[in-house]
């Protein structure tokens, strides 16, 4: 694994909440949110484990039916 | 679905991901405190898609069958999705014949009571830190004018 590739998650996961604040973390994600794609565009697609079970292709879950996506932690 | 990005409060308990097996340990805690029954999907260590879907804490999405994006909402209110899903589908798991998809963005105020014991009973099971630290960002936002 690159360097950057541990700074880009020791970035993402930051250890401090109010620190990530302090440094604008919140707003850059609120503006991230903003520059994601529009209703109307193609979702991202992804293959990511599942908890207990095989990995999953998103675009599987979308293909026959629509696809409600609750994204969040345990705070 | 449910996609675990990462601890927005880490604190002593349940801290911040510094591996991808701490990362699944707090998706399955996930899923034992919360009683999520959905599936749980576990998002990299690097969280390559909650970047791709905008990064917000608790943010859903609605993909429409074939994977174009119906609707998206920063924050997640459970009335809005419901609602959103009866108009989208109308009512007939299909798009009513003769209607076309139109986009349109919303941004909204809602007013709700804010259940701060049970916030802070979430942010304590992650520890006192998460507690102090969500207090000092509190202050920071009312300095900056956010709240």
Known sequence: ?75 | MFIYTREAHPGENVPHHDSFERKLAGAELLREEAGIRRDILVDDLAGTVHRAYGLMPNMTWVIAQGGRIAYKADWTSAANVEAFLVRFLGGRGERPPGTTPVMYETQQIEFRYPDRKRFTDHLLRNGPLAVAEFEKAQKLWAQQGAT
């Open chain 1, 1 to 75: 694994m690159g360097e950057a590739q541990r700074d880009a998650e020791a970035m993402y996961n930051y250890p401090h909440f109010d620190n990530y604040v302090a440094n604008g973390g919140d707003m850059a994600d609120e503006a991230a949110f903003w520059a994601s794609p529009r209703a109307g565009q193609r979702a991202p697609d992804f293959t990511l484990p599942r908890l207990g079970g095989p990995g999953v292709r998103l675009s599987d879950l979308w293909r026959s039916k629509p696809l409600v996506m609750e994204f969040g932690s345990f705070t």
